[in-house]
């Protein structure tokens, strides 16, 4: 294995940028992220943060300052979800309400910034970093509301984008730039895990010093091939899926082939309906082998510990097919 190999972001994420030793990785994406200094001061532990089979919810929340010295909560998600835009929101409804004191004040509340790094693809876009804020629109007037805030005991306004989160969202398949400014030096080591020898850029020098793969003991280094044999069986299955459109042959070819081709075969006579009904046959058939192929690929994705929502997406399988199979 090659000395300079370096670990996949989404693993270290997990498992080693929780070190504080290793604070200076995660500190430099949010940096270039929010374009100010970050500075992390613990990661907060919660139970969503904690490893369990599969690690179906890669999450990690931080607790940090920005250059003006307030606090922030900061939730970075790597997760691969069928309903994602849901899933963002309940991470950040939990990360607020897992660290607010019972009884706090509302001033209490603090601002969230919310980094979801996408691993596959989510709709349809041609940017591979897309931001969103909150703002309250006048239906009339068009214009956008400022409120007030207490601050220091005194009153200030501001806009709700100072108080509600703020998301972004990275989409690292659709990167395919040359790596100039220190967002697309990120993002070539999130997509091809490279990083400049020369580089400057905030959380890439500590990452290239401090997530060797050679640098790991005999379990991590099992533990991260394992994971790593995971991510491309669970790629090649999707890919598969998606290419020989079983789920769309199965819902077009079962709710309109057969019902179609029966009717057109009583109607035009029994010689054509013979024909259709051959035709049907064959479609049957085929029907019958895009099944066994989709049972197939989900046995495979139980085994990886898939949630059963997002097997039952990837294949077409119904609740009864797929506890036949539990």
């Not at 370096?6 to 270039?32: C, M, P, Q, S, Y």
């Not at 001033?107 to 931001?131: A, M, P, Q, T, W």
Request: charged share 35%; aromatic share 8%.
């Amino acid at each position: 294995m090659d000395s300079n190999s370096i670990i996949r972001f989404d693993w270290a994420a997990k498992r080693l940028l929780r070190d504080k030793a290793n604070h200076a990785v995660l500190e430099g994406l949010v940096t270039v992220l929010l374009g100010e200094k970050i500075t992390i001061t613990e990661i907060l532990e919660s139970e969503s943060n904690q490893s369990y089979a599969g690690d179906k919810f890669n999450r990690v929340d931080i607790k940090a300052k920005d250059s003006k010295g307030d606090i922030i909560l900061i939730e970075i998600q790597l997760t691969r979800e069928w309903y994602y835009l849901q899933r963002v929101l309940y991470g950040v409804s939990k990360t607020i309400t897992e660290h607010i004191s019972l009884g706090a004040k509302y001033e209490d509340v603090k601002k969230i910034y919310s980094i979801n790094i996408l691993y596959f693809d989510l709709g349809k876009g041609s940017d591979y970093l897309y931001h969103g804020t909150t703002t309250f629109v006048g239906v009339h007037t068009n214009d956008q509301l400022i409120v007030r805030k207490r601050d220091k005991d005194a009153i200030r306004t501001c806009s709700p984008t100072e108080i509600f989160p703020e998301y972004f969202l990275i989409r690292v398949n659709e990167f395919n730039e040359v790596a100039k400014t220190p967002i697309e030096e990120w993002m070539d080591f999130l997509k091809n895990n490279h990083i400049k020898d020369d580089t400057r850029t905030p959380g890439l020098r500590e990452a290239k010093e401090q997530l060797r793969v050679l640098q790991m003991n005999d379990e991590e280094r099992k533990a991260y091939d394992d994971y790593l044999d995971t991510i491309r069986t669970q790629d090649s299955v999707l890919d598969t899926y998606r290419t020989e459109g079983l789920l769309e042959g199965r819902m077009i070819g079962r709710a309109e082939g057969r019902a179609e081709g029966r009717e057109e075969g009583r109607e035009e006579g029994r010689a054509e309906g013979r024909e259709k009904g051959r035709a049907e046959g064959r479609e049957e058939g085929r029907e019958e082998g895009a099944l066994n192929k989709a049972i197939a690929i989900a046995k495979e994705m139980l085994k990886m510990n898939l949630d059963k929502s997002i097997i039952k997406q990837a294949t077409g399988l119904t609740d009864d097919e797929l506890n036949q199979l539990s």
